[in-house]
């Protein structure tokens, strides 16, 4: 199997010219393609997955806007992504989560349902750049609130950016298959305020004198709490180094098939409460993580640590890995191909293969 891999070129999909971004664990890679993800681990909660839709998890949803230290959770995250035409996709997400909060509570159950909606709306080859927007419905309602699943439903349009090296001069050769990607957006919650409401039942007992009777009344109370929905900018971002690129555009080191199709990368991703932030804070929340990827011709497998940025975004290190088919190169005739053949009016030149030859 090895040898027939390192005959073949792969045609994955995510190609601007001679660079090819992979999907990233934490941060949504700039194409949209035809895939399917699962991402599991331990750690974070709104760390896993693009979730926010981002799979990656740019809403509200899963607290990733929240104020307080989220429970640690053991969860995977699925999603599908579907082009329309050469450049709209909609993809298609959900995950499940077991926590295991301080002092020993447990729950487990769906996050919210999420929808995404993206626009590949400029590719530039020859500059390795290319630009997509979209739009992230985390649909209310739709998970279990044992585990954060919000009542109401979180909008979050987004814009998403890819960036390679290889235009710099070959003096500076071993820079240009850095790489970066980034995306920026806003969730806007459509609910202002969540009110939650609670019945208390007192009893207050009444002795007798000589203790030879007793009685009671029961109070009943109903308390309402007020939680105010921030809108939060969230964003995101990755540098990586890609062997595959190194060895098929700058120079081959001769270095074993497993090294030459890895990419080293860091992620990183945020959110800030902006408005609306009377009851959560303004307290910004995020996670570094370092990993890797591992680039096969029908798939690939990526593994990263989760590193909180502050005791608002967890209190101990995590990790996660992915398992992501390119079901464009597996299924290139059927379920793998646009279901409208649209001609790229924003592309200039075409892209190409990547090659481990």
């Known amino acids: 199997m090895a040898a027939l891999l390192a005959a073949s070129p792969a045609f994955a999909h995510c190609f601007v010219g001679a660079r090819f971004f ?15 993800s699962f991402i599991g681990g331990s750690g974070l909660g709104a760390a896993h997955g693009h979730g926010g839709g981002d799979g990656h998890g740019d809403g509200h949803g899963g607290g990733g806007s929240g104020a ?11 999603e599908w992504q579907k082009r329309i035409t050469q450049d709209f996709a909609v993809s298609v997400e959900s995950g499940w989560t077991r926590l295991h909060a301080i002092g020993g509570s447990r729950a487990s159950g769906w996050h919210n349902f999420e929808t995404s909606f ?7 080859p020859e500059a390795e750049f290319v630009v997509k927007a979209g739009l992230s419905v985390e649909w209310g309602a739709t998970g279990n609130r044992s585990v954060g699943a919000e009542r109401f439903t979180s909008l979050t349009p987004m ?7 290889g235009d710099l001069p070959d003096s500076v050769g071993f820079l240009r298959p850095f790489a970066v990607t980034g995306q920026f957006g806003y969730s806007v919650p459509t609910w202002r305020r969540t009110v939650t409401s609670t019945l ?18 029961q109070h009943i109370e109903l308390h309402h709490e007020v939680g105010r929905n921030p809108y939060a900018f969230v964003w995101g971002g990755t ?10 555009q700058v120079i081959d080191l001769e270095l074993p098939d497993f090294i030459n199709r890895l990419t080293p990368l860091v992620e990183a991703k945020f959110a800030q409460p902006f408005t609306n932030t009377l009851t959560s804070g303004r307290q910004l929340v995020g996670t ?7 680039t096969g011709q029908y798939f690939q497998l990526g593994a990263e640590a989760i590193i909180p940025i502050n005791r608002a975004s967890g209190k101990s290190v995590g990790w996660m890995l992915q398992l992501h088919f390119y079901l464009d190169d597996i299924f290139p005739t059927t379920i793998g191909r646009p279901i409208i053949q649209a ?3 924003t592309t200039i030149g075409s892209p190409t293969s990547l090659s481990f030859q």
């Open 239 to 248: 540098v990586q180094y890609s062997l595959p690129y190194l060895k098929a």
């Open 343 to 345: 001609v790229l009016p």
């Open 200 to 217: 208390h039942v007192e009893e207050e007992h009444h002795e007798e004198e000589h203790h030879e009777e007793e009685g009671g009344e």
């Open 288 to 294: 570094v993580n370092p990993g890797v990827i591992w």
């Open 68 to 78: 307080t230290s989220p429970p640690r959770d053991y969860g995977i995250v699925g």
């Open 118 to 124: 993206q626009y590949q709306f400029l590719t530039a």
């Open 159 to 165: 814009i998403y950016f890819g960036k390679g090296f």
């Open 22 to 36: 992979p999907s990233t664990l934490a941060v949504h890679d700039p194409c949209v393609n035809d895939e399917l």
